[in-house]
């Protein structure tokens, strides 16, 4: 972000808070930071994604751990009391959490990965905007333990779209890079298909992120290893198969997140 870009921070309760990039400090790389508690007023909630943004226009795309998603006008967050407001309305049994929200176009497509190695791709163009009280569609349609880990939008030009991989990196430091063109496009709240064939040696999915063949990622993990690759390592593999290791785990770490680092 730069410094005037209004930073927004939804949390997995559904609700979104704002601050100017100003507002939160630089540190360096080992700091610690901050505790956005104290920043924002967060109550019994944690941040589950925080979005960058220079003009209120466009749209949203918010997706739910049960694979619920939902698009709105960004125009929808202009005006955010300092206690937060309400993005989408979850089940007040909290069997459900937001987990993701991502900038989307006309035309774009929509790509969930799940925890148990499924993975779907449908047009945004089945999605209507809705308001902020709304709880969204079906996405995905989830076998009983299984949870959405990643969502991702997808380019509508073929151009862009054949620069795109998406990796997917699992529990126990398994990672592979599969071309979008091996998922088939299938209509919103299908079953999906094959992501990655999940074992116990892999683990569970732990993320799914869109890369480039310039890009770098970093991985982290819960007791807070660090390792920073580039993508191109990553070899090819197709939908079913396992993956190759990517990160030596200790005993009983495992993986957590993953993010993309776009070279300049």
């Known amino acids: 972000c730069s410094t005037h870009d209004n930073l927004l921070f939804f949390t997995n309760k559904g609700k979104v808070y704002a601050l100017q990039a100003y507002q939160v400090p630089e540190a360096t790389r080992y700091a610690k930071g901050k505790a956005l508690v104290n920043m924002l007023g967060l109550q019994g909630e ?40 309400i993005a989408i309305t979850l089940p007040e049994d909290g069997s459900d959490e937001l987990i993701d929200a991502k900038f989307l176009k006309e035309k774009d497509e ?91 040696k892999t683990g569970a999915v732990a993320s799914i992120i869109k890369v480039t063949d310039e890009d770098s990622i970093i991985v982290t993990t819960q007791k807070g290893m660090v390792i920073r690759t580039n993508v191109k390592n990553i070899r090819y593999a197709g939908r079913s198969t396992q993956g190759v290791r990517i990160i030596k785990l ?8 993953m993010a993309r680092i776009r070279e300049e």
């Not at 795309?61 to 955010?80: H, Q």
């Not at 299984?146 to 795109?164: Q, R, W, Y």
Request: aromatic residues 6%; contains cysteine.
């Open 46 to 85: 944690n941040v589950a994604t925080t979005l960058a943004v220079k003009s209120f226009e466009g749209s949203l795309a918010l997706c739910t751990k049960k694979g619920m998603i939902k698009m709105m006008d960004v125009s929808n967050f202009e005006k955010i009391r300092g206690s937060g407001i």
């Open 110 to 200: 929509i790509f969930l990965g799940t925890k148990e190695g499924i993975a779907i791709r449908f047009l945004s163009s089945d999605l209507r905007s809705v308001g902020r009280a709304a709880y969204g569609v079906i996405g995905i349609r989830l076998d009983k333990d299984d949870c959405v880990v990643g969502a991702e939008i997808l380019p509508a030009t073929k151009e862009e779209l054949d620069k795109i991989s998406i990796l997917t990196v699992t529990e126990k430091g398994f990672g592979k890079r599969t071309e979008i063109d091996k998922y088939r496009k299938t209509a919103r709240a299908g079953k999906g298909v094959t992501n990655l064939k999940v074992t116990d």
């Open 250 to 257: 200790a005993e009983n770490d495992k993986v957590i997140g």
